[in-house]
């Protein structure tokens, strides 16, 4: 069973950073791509960073220049380096894998993000 535990949510200030870990267990994950998406109070989830399996990487526009998504494979592990926050990136961050091929798809638990102006 695919378990993902993510870690590094706190409160910040503007023009802070944080970096956020996501563990995943359960599987082999080389054929996965594993991402972050995001979603604040009142607003749908969306995507902010995913990394492929293969190794390139697809940013929102919203964090370009200012989030960085890396991935240690023999670690299992996806990070996601938040330098320049805003309050609007205040919001849970959710780690994501999804199987390159066959499309399974799982999601953590999320961990807050809160940025004071």
């Known amino acids: 069973q695919v378990q993902l535990v993510e870690s590094g949510g706190g409160l910040v200030q503007s023009g802070g950073s944080l970096r956020l870990s996501c563990a995943a267990s359960g599987s082999t994950f080389r054929l996965y791509a594993m991402g972050w998406y995001r979603q604040a109070p009142g607003k749908e989830r969306e995507l902010v960073a995913v990394?492929?399996?293969?190794?390139?990487?697809n940013y929102a526009d919203f964090v370009k220049g200012r989030f960085t998504i890396s991935r240690d494979n023999a670690k299992n592990t996806v990070y996601l380096q938040m330098n320049s926050l805003k309050p609007e990136d205040t919001a849970v961050y959710y780690c994501?894998?999804?199987?390159?091929?066959?499309?399974?798809?799982?999601w953590g638990q999320g961990t807050q993000v809160t940025v004071s102006s």
């Open positions: 994501n894998v999804e199987h390159t091929l066959f499309k399974n798809n799982f």
């Open positions: 990394r492929t399996s293969g190794g390139s990487t």
